[in-house]
């Protein structure tokens, strides 16, 4: 499973989630995750049919979408969602 | 000679008991809640016909009845005195709302006079909360305490604190401290100042055409809306940031980019005052709704023009908080962060319910938010 981060200078949740996934990126070592800025990707934001920010698109082994989050999630909220699909 | 001076008397006193009651008007050409007074006391004229004389005094192109009026306030010892002002007797009453409101104290103290008819306790425009068996006038909820709470839910408004985010960020990339203080202090400063010039349009557009009955129901329906929408955010937003105006926000972040580019530190300071000025202005069409609430509110209230003012001022600070609160944490820590939906959460829910409400009183009383003036 990876974890596509999208997010925004501009935009104040993805500020507040920045130390988050820090945290949990620092917990589980195992876990990929990738950050992307919006305004500098333009064909991703197009792609995955982003329209609010912070955007979180869980990705299964095959990379297709299983899960996607919008706005300020709990840690620990976001630890449970990773857990139920750590093994797609 | 004594029978001279008993018919003097008599004569006399028949005089005084026939005397019509003296009204002194005070008003200004232009000024919209006069004319309704005036089209008011024309009415009453006709009804109390002889018994009551209405001098009217025109006091914004007229000196000597300025000077008239200035006495009068003084006389009286009223504070905060403008137009209209009605002198019935000893009494006076200041301003006009409606003739359901101050037309009904009027035809009262005119009564009184007349007639001495009691004033009944006039206990109709008060409307009580039972709080924690407590009884509170809500009429003494002050207007300190609505400015606080709609700036406060105002100033949450996501649609230009994007704009300060991505500044503060910029300049902290640039790793110049100098450049963070006084650009940033410049941004807000004058983002401040444009929302002042914004708030006193709305209060000057207000405080000019008066009371209209259709403008009050609109701001009503846009109170009652704005309420319902904020408690919404309030319960059910994830503090997401919507992606609107793509092309309009991707041309200020390319103008603040040329800007801090700069080489020459005044051009920077100059190129941020005319960024802060124009975004403002663009994104103050995105937060009308709020201050448009507030200036009609206090517009309906009697009261200086320095208190005006300080309050639209105490408005705008209070709007700015989060603003403030992210520049001071950014040049204490030299990071940028964000304002937590979870302390967003209750403003918006509490704010949202007091805007709901006060759109619904605009529209069924509106008397109970003129704050007891």
């Known amino acids: 499973m990876k974890v596509l981060k999208f997010g925004a200078i501009w935009c104040s949740g993805c500020l507040i989630m920045k130390p988050r996934w820090a945290e949990i990126e620092k917990d589980l070592t195992w876990l990929k995750t990738q950050y992307y800025d919006a305004d500098e990707n333009p064909d991703l934001v197009e792609k995955y049919k982003i329209t609010d920010y912070p955007c979180f698109i869980f990705l299964d082994k095959n990379d297709k979408e299983i899960h996607r989050e919008y706005g300020e999630i709990e840690k620990n909220n976001l630890i449970q969602i990773i857990n139920k699909h750590k093994d797609q | ?373």
């Open chain 2, 1 to 373: 000679m004594f029978f001279v001076f008993l018919i003097l008397f008599f004569f006399t006193n028949k005089v005084f008991a026939n005397e019509p009651l003296n009204i002194k008007f005070f008003y200004g050409k232009g000024c919209p809640h006069c004319s309704q007074e005036e089209k008011f006391l024309k009415k009453l004229e006709t009804e109390h016909q002889g018994k009551i004389s209405i001098e009217k005094y025109e006091i914004y192109n007229n000196q000597e009845n300025s000077n008239l009026f200035n006495q009068f306030i003084k006389q009286h010892n009223i504070q905060a005195a403008g137009v209209p002002l009605l002198i019935i007797g000893d009494d006076y009453i200041l301003g006009y709302e409606n003739e359901n409101t101050t037309g009904a104290k009027i035809n009262k103290t005119i009564n009184l006079l007349l007639y001495g008819e009691q004033k009944e306790e006039d206990d109709n425009n008060s409307l009580y909360l039972n709080l924690f068996s407590k009884k509170i006038d809500l009429k003494s909820v002050s207007l300190p305490i609505a400015t606080i709470l709609i700036a406060f839910v105002d100033g949450f408004n996501p649609c230009a604190m994007w704009i300060l985010i991505f500044l503060i960020t910029m300049l902290i990339n640039m790793k110049d401290r100098k450049k963070l203080y006084i650009l940033g202090s410049v941004f807000i400063i004058i983002s401040g100042f444009v929302y002042f010039i914004f708030l006193t349009a709305w209060f000057n557009f207000f405080k000019f055409i008066g009371y209209v009955y259709w403008i009050k129901i609109i701001i009503g329906i846009v109170a009652i809306i704005s309420g319902i929408l904020h408690i919404k955010n309030g319960l059910f937003s994830k503090g997401e940031c919507h992606v609107t105006n793509a092309t309009q926000r991707k041309n200020i972040i390319d103008r603040i980019k040329t800007t801090l580019g700069q080489k020459s530190f005044l051009l920077s300071i100059l190129g941020i005052s005319i960024l802060a000025v124009s975004v403002n202005l663009i994104e103050v069409v995105c937060s009308a709704g709020l201050p448009a609430i507030y200036t009609n509110l206090l517009s309906n209230i009697h009261l200086s023009n320095t208190q005006y003012y300080s309050y639209l001022s105490l408005y705008v600070l209070i709007f700015m908080l989060d603003d403030l609160l992210i520049f001071f944490i950014a040049i204490k820590t030299f990071e940028i962060t964000g304002i937590s939906k979870k302390y967003t959460k209750v403003s918006s829910i509490f704010g949202g319910f007091i805007i709901f409400i006060i759109g619904i009183i605009l529209i069924l009383k509106p008397e109970l938010l003129m704050f007891g003036s």
